[in-house]
């Protein structure tokens, strides 16, 4: 009677985690399906050089850490380092994200993956093209919508071995 017993538990938890993992792949399918279109409304308003519809698809204490420069903490150092760049004339031509990974973990999900961006830069004679890695943490809004908690990117490209 206990063996019966005990196999009946072990069989009841093998269940339950395979329940567990169907749930959370068909999770992470749901929510890349969602960052994809997110992700699409994200390039359509940089290549317009539409500053609030982007913001507007960040959390207000988001925090931004672009390649190369100053860590920016809170939509409004957000906003001003977007309004510095337009300023200075820099405008992306196009930007393609590729989702590699899409990881939930409770109200954050974590998306991974890599980037080809083109962008005009005044006093180049030409457009600068780059390709990299990013990592965005959306976080789950109470109304079910996801807005950017922490992104981070970087380029693939050594600067040290370009001419």
Partial sequence: MKLMNAKR?????????AAIITYSQQSAKEYQSKIENLNKE???????????KNLSLYTDDAISMPANEPMREGIAAIRVGAE???KMGIKVNSFEPTIRKVIPDGNLIMEIGNYKIN???PGMDK???DHGKYLTIWAKQPDGSL???VEIWNSDINPMEQK
């Fill in 9 to 17: 538990s072990v069989v009841m938890i093998v269940t339950l985690f």
């Fill in 147 to 149: 807005k950017v908690k």
């Fill in 84 to 86: 510095e760049m337009a």
């Fill in 42 to 52: 994200m390039v359509s308003a940089m290549v317009e050089g539409n500053i609030e």
């Fill in 127 to 129: 457009p600068y093209e």
């Fill in 119 to 121: 962008i005009t830069i």
